[in-house]
Each structure stands twice: as C-alpha cells, then as structure tokens.
C-alpha cells in the first residue's frame, strides 16, 4: 500500500527573509520613517493585530522535582 504525502509549503508564497534585505531598504518596505519611527495610530494597529512585544514568562520548576 502506498502513501502519498503532500507537502501544503510548495504552494504557499515563500517566506521573507528579512536578513537578505538591504538596511536602508527595510523601513520602506515596512512603511516606517526611520527618523520619526511608528506613528501612535500604527503602532496601535500592530499591537491589536500582533499583540504585545513580549515572550511569554517561563514557568519555574517546583524545588521538589
């Protein structure tokens, strides 16, 4: 019996990579000006849709394990 597997990535856009971009080519792509940085109006958008700028907190280990 055969099995076939199809792989969903090849027909999804590849991903960006953002270390192959030139610094000076980045704010523009991503609708910044490097001098004034993120509008209040924008960053509150990204927020909204990313969430917060923050990794989650570990939890800890109990000392009895």
């Given at each position: 019996?055969?099995?076939?597997?199809?792989d969903t990535r090849e027909?999804?856009?590849?991903?960006?990579?953002?270390?192959?971009?030139?610094?000076?080519?980045?704010?523009?792509?991503?609708?910044?000006?490097?001098?004034?940085?993120?509008?209040?109006?924008?960053?509150?958008?990204?927020?909204?849709?990313?969430?917060?700028?923050?990794?989650?907190?570990?939890?800890?280990?109990?000392?009895?394990?």
């Amino acid at each position: 019996m055969a099995v076939q597997v199809s792989d969903t990535r090849e027909h999804q856009a590849p991903e960006r990579h953002w270390f192959a971009v030139p610094p000076e080519q980045v704010p523009g792509e991503l609708g910044v000006d490097p001098a004034s940085g993120l509008s209040a109006g924008r960053a509150a958008e990204l927020l909204a849709a990313n969430g917060p700028n923050a990794l989650p907190e570990e939890k800890t280990k109990p000392r009895w394990r």
